[in-house]
């Protein structure tokens, strides 16, 4: 099987995948729940990312090397998984900044209004921290799988 029929077929898996996700509306919820706004940065940044491997597959399948715009655009790639990575864990500072911030400054704990107030507020920062964690770890794991498809493909070619 050729490094781009591979990456099409994890493409595509992948494009199932998040089907799925989007029908059960797990997406829906992550991007709603992310006060942020970095889960649409880490989805926008991984479609980026699968279709710059695709790019490098579609370029080395058909040329049968690697030429130096394609190794640029490899570590372009690399770089980008990279950053799916730095912004799930920037995400998960800044969850933990919406929650500890200005929460419990000057709270009663005896009016119940005041401490479902800072238990909302307490989930919300929660739900930043962990579904931005989580998505950039998937996302970067699941870009990296595609370039190393690329790297196993130029390493047989060598």
Not at 51 to 67: C, D, F, H, Q, W
Not at 96 to 112: E, K, Q, R, Y
């Amino acid at each position: 099987m050729t490094v781009f029929k591979r990456w099409f077929a994890l493409a595509n898996l992948m494009a199932i995948g998040f089907g799925v996700l989007w029908y059960a509306g797990i997406i829906e919820e992550i991007i709603c729940t992310d006060i942020s706004g970095l889960s649409v940065i880490i989805f926008s940044a991984f479609v980026v990312g699968v279709a710059l491997t695709g790019l490098i597959s579609y370029r080395v399948g058909k040329n049968g090397e690697m030429r130096l715009k394609d190794e640029n655009m490899l570590y372009v790639s690399w770089f980008v998984a990279e950053v799916l990575m730095v912004l799930g864990l920037a995400g998960t500072v800044i969850g933990f900044i919406v929650l500890f911030g200005a929460n419990f400054n000057g709270v009663s704990f005896d009016n119940p209004e005041t401490v479902k107030e800072i238990i909302v507020a307490i989930a919300s920062g929660m739900g930043v921290a962990l579904y931005t964690t989580i998505t950039g770890i998937v996302t970067s794991l699941l870009t990296k799988m595609l370039l190393v498809n690329i790297e196993v493909t130029i390493n047989e070619q060598e």
